[in-house]
Each structure stands twice: as C-alpha cells, then as structure tokens.
C-alpha cells in the first residue's frame, strides 16, 4: 500500500530536515516500510526496525507522525512520517503485521 506523506529525517529533532506533505512516499509492505523524498530511498527491513512508535512534535498543529526507530547505520537515527490522518496508515501496518506503541502507551522521558 501507498501513501503521500511528510518526513523529518536527521540526527535529532533540531538537526533535522523535514519533507512536507505530500513531498514523500511511503510504501508498506509485509516485510519492509520504503520512504522516498525524492533525493533518496529509506528502505527498512523488518528485521532492522526496532520500534515503531507514535511521535507528537511541537511543528505540527493537526499532524501526527510515526517514528522509525532501527538499528541501520547508513540512516539518519531520527526518522519521522507524518500526515494529517493516519488511520489508514496504522491499519496497513497492522495488516502487515508490525506493532505500533501508541502514545498513551509510551513512558514520558
């Protein structure tokens, strides 16, 4: 499944550049989540992704985003999708089998 959404890629949060909606594709399939931004392709395989989880940054005012943690060293560490309803996007991960931490469900650091 396909979908048109935004992305924050970088080191951190403030070292980091963001690709506004509908600027990337994100693709999903069973064993791999694919970002391009038109410069490049980030292409996750399942075995690298550590954690999927819920990201609320202070830019977006009715966007919600879902960050990529993995264990790539060729890829910036904070890698963020966003759109502005990700319903659709939760449930073809779900479909495909791959667990999101909700926000409700993360610990406060």
């Known amino acids: 499944m396909h979908f048109d959404v935004g992305m924050i890629q970088g080191e951190n949060y403030y070292f980091s ?4 909606w509908p600027a990337v594709k994100l693709s999903i399939d ?3 989540i694919t970002l391009t931004n ?5 292409q996750f395989e399942r075995r690298h ?11 977006w005012i009715f966007a919600r985003g879902i960050r990529i943690e993995h264990a790539m060293e060729d890829v910036p560490r904070l890698i963020v999708f966003w759109a502005f309803d990700l319903t659709e ?10 667990d999101l ?3 409700a469900d993360q610990r406060e650091s």
């Open 17 to 20: 550049a963001n690709h506004a």
């Open 30 to 32: 069973p064993e791999c």
């Open 38 to 42: 038109g410069f490049r392709t980030f």
């Open 49 to 59: 992704i550590t954690r999927l989880c819920e990201f609320r940054g202070f830019t």
């Open 89 to 98: 996007i939760k449930r073809t991960l779900a479909e495909n089998r791959f």
């Open 101 to 103: 931490i909700a926000l």
